[in-house]
């Protein structure tokens, strides 16, 4: 069974910078994109950042210029990198895989993690 497990949150303080890190675990052969997506109290689930296959990148306009999403290829792993960090940032912040390849190459089409709480606050 493939899963995503999410680490890195936590209580930050406003201008500060935080790390997340995801890592799929089980036997995952490929995996297309990988994303982080969060949601505010109230509010959808949005998309923060996503790479593909070949490192492309797409970020949400709102932490465009401040944050950097990364991949290790090899461990199925995506990070998210956020800097200068506003209240607004605050939010469950969970990571996202499509198009996973796993046991005799089937197909998982989408797996979300548990979530992770980001809280930006003095």
């Known amino acids: 069974q493939v899963q995503l497990v999410e680490s890195g949150g936590g209580l930050v303080q406003p201008g500060g910078s935080l790390r997340l890190s995801c890592a799929a675990s089980?036997?995952?052969?490929?995996?297309?994109?990988m994303a982080w997506y969060r949601q505010a109290p109230g509010k959808q689930r949005e998309l923060v950042a996503t790479m593909n296959i070949v490192g492309s990148t797409v970020y949400a306009d709102s932490v465009k210029g401040r944050s950097t999403i990364s991949r290790d290829f090899a461990k199925n792993a995506v990070d998210l990198q956020i800097d200068s960090l506003k209240p607004e940032d605050t939010a469950v912040y969970y990571c996202?895989?499509?198009?996973?390849?796993?046991?005799?190459?089937?197909?998982?089409?989408?797996?979300w993690g548990q979530g992770t709480q980001v809280t930006v606050s003095a």
């Open positions: 089980g036997i995952v052969l490929r995996v297309d994109d």
């Open positions: 996202n895989a499509v198009a996973i390849r796993t046991t005799g190459w089937k197909l998982l089409d989408s797996i």
